[in-house]
Each structure stands twice: as structure tokens, then as C-alpha cells.
């Protein structure tokens, strides 16, 4: 069974960091993806950075050069580390697995992830002013 748990949300302040964990269990050995995704109410879940099982990134271009998403598969663990946090980063954020060799954030993969995906439950990350 696939499990996704996050942990390490909380509140800062703008210019602030906090770094994003996710434990990931059940996937067998093969190509999928990982990725942080963030909602806001009222807002389609958007993505922010996926990687995949070779290491290559994607980032949505409002957090590139702020953000960094990692991953240790032995470990079965993936990360985000938000630095310049800014309060329009302000979300709940979700980490989220599919088995596919379409990784990234364009329609396509979003698709896949929405569709297909397994989620966390979710973490809140507030950046006031």
C-alpha cells in the first residue's frame, strides 16, 4: 500500500525558510515521480517542483532559485527546502507519487498526477509579512 506522510510546515516570516519532508512507502523499484504541489482555497492545486528517478528537476518559475526539491529513494523520502519564502508562497502543501516516465509540470504530467497520483494529506506553510 502507498503512503505518503508530510511533515515540516508551519508559520514564517517573509524572507524566512522551512524545509518540507515527505515519507514515501509502497513504491517498488522502477520510473516514478515525485513532486510538491500547493493549494490555496478557492485555487486549483498547482505544481511547484518535481523529480524524477534519475534526479532531473522541474520548478515552476515563481519559485526557481528559492526552492529546492531532493529526494533519497533509499531512504524513501523526499524534500523541499523553501528559502526567500514570500507570503504569496503561503499554501497547504502536498507531496504526491505516480508511476510514470512523464515527469514534470507540464499539462500532461499534471494530468497524470491528478489521475493517477498518490497524496499526502497535506502540510500548511503561512509567510506573513
Known amino acids: 500500500q502507498v503512503q505518503l506522510v508530510e511533515s515540516g510546515g508551519g508559520s514564517v516570516q517573509s524572507g524566512g525558510s522551512l524545509r518540507l519532508s515527505c515519507a514515501v512507502s509502497g513504491y517498488a523499484a522502477g520510473d516514478f515521480c515525485m513532486g510538491w504541489f500547493r493549494q490555496v482555497p478557492g485555487k486549483a492545486r498547482e505544481g511547484v517542483a518535481t523529480?524524477?528517478?534519475?534526479?532531473?528537476?522541474t520548478y515552476k518559475d515563481s519559485v526557481k532559485g528559492r526552492f529546492t526539491i531532493s529526494q533519497d529513494r533509499a531512504k524513501e523520502m523526499l524534500y523541499l527546502q523553501m528559502n526567500s519564502l514570500k507570503p504569496e508562497d503561503t499554501a497547504i502543501y502536498y507531496c504526491a507519487a505516480v508511476s510514470t516516465v512523464s515527469c514534470g509540470l507540464g499539462i500532461t504530467a499534471h494530468r497524470i498526477f491528478l489521475s493517477y497520483g498518490n497524496w499526502g494529506q497535506g502540510t500548511q506553510v503561512t509567510v506573513s509579512i
Open positions: 523529480i524524477d528517478d534519475d534526479g532531473d528537476t
